[in-house]
């Protein structure tokens, strides 16, 4: 792919993602889980403390604005407005993929976000494909080092790579790849698939590899086979792309998968969560923290300070319903039993 190809496919994401109804067609299944309400919780709402610790970082909430972009002028912007955001709110932020920034190295400040966030917890971000298309742990260090990054994300996206004219499809043997990075690297590696969710096979794999988290990014938010729907060049790449609309194993079912197959490994849950009480389930689920991509995408786009407004509500909403609950830490929300209403 030559290096304004790569260019022109970050804009098509961003401009698809912002004008076109890609969601999934299927749902978290979030909605088949309730809390149980606390008429008397017995505590004040000044106590719920939502902050954790997170791969040796301490964040105010557990809250991940999870990778979405970067290698264009807008991505920089939109970048640099979610990382200041992230500082504000004590969060943490994952960059979208980095492969730009060694492919072409003018495009490397799109993701150099630490002026702006001194402070905040930075996830950099390549694919694991690339590491059978010449990339290893040495460039994994430059773009750790390039993005003053506290953790690396392999983001594992199969599908969109098999739906893209111009994907990367050999896939064979990345898991050896996997654990030489997770085994070089002075860094924690995060695991995360980009939208349709991890099996417990996968995730017994990947923490065998030596994997430091798990990002279940499952099916019922953005799909991305849709968004590549919509960048087909032929009919034909279309017609096999819409056929994925509801493919993919929903991030709660994702959640429960993890738990079973790595069950020492910390969860990050993404995927088609709307709002902090469902980020709420997530943790009651089983995950460390959740992410959220497209709202604060949105709100990028305008300026910090409407990201910083979406976070407040997500955090005011996860502490509500903390309150409710009876929880005065994510550590006690973690012991609150879930109501089943539905399949899940």
Known sequence: MTDQNLSQR?????????????????????????????????????EVDPSIDFLGRRLRAPLL??????????????????????EKAGIAIGLGSMRAAIARPESAPTF??????PN??????IGAVQFNYGYGP?????????????????HLNPLQEALQPEGDTNWSG???AIEQVCRQLSV????????????????????SAGVAAIDVAGAGGTSWSQVEMYRARTETQRRIAAAFGDWGLPTAESIRNVRSGAPALPIIASGGIANGVEGAKCIALGAALFGLARPFLRAATES??????????????LRVAMFCVAARSVSELQRVALIRSGAA
């Not at 773009?143 to 003053?148: E, S, Y």
């Not at 910090?304 to 909403?317: F, L």
């Open 10 to 46: 970050k804009a098509d994401h961003i401009r698809i993602n912002l004008e076109r109804d890609v969601a999934s067609r299927i749902t978290s299944g979030l909605e088949a889980w309730r809390f149980g309400h606390e008429a008397l919780p017995e505590i004040d709402l000044a």
């Open 65 to 86: 604005i999870s990778s979405m972009t970067g290698g264009t002028e807008e991505a920089q912007r939109i970048n640099l407005n979610l990382a200041a955001a992230a």
């Open 112 to 117: 150099q976000v630490r002026s702006v966030a």
């Open 120 to 125: 905040a917890m930075i996830l950099a971000n």
């Open 138 to 154: 040495e460039e994994c260090r430059r773009l750790v080092d390039l993005a003053g990054a506290d953790a690396l994300i392999l």
């Open 174 to 176: 990345l898991l050896r």
């Open 188 to 207: 924690p590696v995060i695991a995360k698939e980009v939208g349709w969710g991890i099996s417990e096979r996968a995730a017994r794999d990947l923490a």
């Open 304 to 317: 910090a300070s409407a990201v910083s407004d979406e976070i407040d509500v997500i955090v005011g909403q």
